[in-house]
């Protein structure tokens, strides 16, 4: 079942990735990213980034806070998701990166792969090893009960939209397994990938050092 926010009008994709802002900011997201970048660096060195399917580029901004020698490219294929995401940014195509080989330290990427097939993933990977230094990085949802029935069982609380409520639940089902996102990068070629769990966040972490 395809996500709505892939179809969605510029106005309601704001109020959709403010929802995805509020769950990074809250469940753990930002956390796993300062741990996982973490592993390499430290507060006040400079490398750069570059997050790919960078939506809103949140995720982006909470590195600089954290590491504010960090340069963070955000690539998405939709310039209307990118509106307020801070430069530098591109408009582009994951699977046609305009870089050459070693072109960043790290290559990341939030809530992004669960939107393709094994093999589309493992292309990803592959690419993202090529033209990363330092590793590939990777922060997507556990598959499970408790992630799949969070957003209908929490809208109460914290008012999602309907954008929100469908496509939480749908990713969740296309979504991964620990051994299976860690197959899916062996088989890229990420012969170092270690993946971890998140808890009580429901995230898996991918961390490959090239």
Same mark, same amino acid.
């Given at each position: 079942?395809?996500?709505?926010?892939?179809?969605?009008?510029?106005?309601?994709?704001?109020?959709?990735?403010?929802?995805?802002?509020?769950?990074?900011?809250?469940?753990?997201?930002?956390?796993?990213?300062?741990?996982?970048?973490?592993?390499?660096?430290?507060?006040?060195?400079?490398?750069?980034?570059?997050?790919?399917?960078?939506?809103?580029?949140?995720?982006?901004?909470? *590195? +600089? =806070? /954290?590491?504010?020698?960090?340069? $963070?490219?955000?690539?998405? @294929?939709? %310039?209307?998701? *990118? +509106? =307020? /995401?801070?430069?530098?940014?591109? $408009?582009?195509?994951?699977? @046609?990166? %305009?870089?050459?080989?070693?072109?960043?330290?790290?290559?990341?990427?939030?809530?992004?792969?669960?939107?393709?097939?094994?093999?589309?993933?493992?292309?990803?990977?592959?690419?993202?090893?090529?033209?990363?230094?330092?590793?590939?990085?990777?922060?997507?949802?556990?598959?499970?009960?408790?992630?799949?029935?969070?957003?209908?069982?929490?809208?109460?609380?914290?008012?999602?939209?309907?954008?929100?409520?469908?496509?939480?639940?749908?990713?969740?089902?296309?979504?991964?397994?620990?051994?299976?996102?860690?197959?899916?990068?062996?088989?890229?070629?990420?012969?170092?990938?270690?993946?971890?769990?998140?808890?009580?966040?429901?995230?898996?972490?991918?961390?490959?050092?090239?």
């Amino acid at each position: 079942m395809p996500e709505k926010l892939d179809h969605a009008g510029p106005e309601e994709a704001l109020d959709n990735l403010q929802d995805l802002v509020r769950v990074n900011k809250y469940f753990g997201g930002y956390a796993t990213l300062r741990r996982i970048v973490g592993e390499f660096v430290r507060p006040d060195d400079h490398f750069s980034v570059l997050d790919v399917g960078a939506a809103s580029g949140d995720m982006g901004a909470a *590195l +600089r =806070h /954290a590491y504010p020698c960090a340069t $963070v490219t955000s690539l998405d @294929r939709k %310039p209307d998701h *990118l +509106r =307020h /995401a801070a430069l530098p940014k591109l $408009v582009g195509d994951a699977f @046609r990166l %305009p870089f050459s080989e070693g072109s960043f330290d790290f290559v990341f990427s939030s809530f992004f792969l669960h939107h393709f097939s094994d093999e589309e993933i493992v292309r990803l990977l592959a690419s993202f090893g090529s033209i990363g230094r330092r590793a590939v990085l990777a922060i997507d949802l556990e598959r499970g009960p408790l992630a799949y029935h969070f957003m209908p069982a929490t809208r109460w609380l914290f008012g999602w939209h309907d954008i929100s409520m469908h496509d939480g639940p749908v990713s969740v089902q296309a979504a991964f397994k620990r051994d299976e996102l860690a197959a899916l990068a062996k088989k890229a070629g990420l012969s170092k990938a270690r993946v971890s769990t998140h808890r009580p966040w429901a995230r898996l972490s991918l961390v490959a050092p090239l």
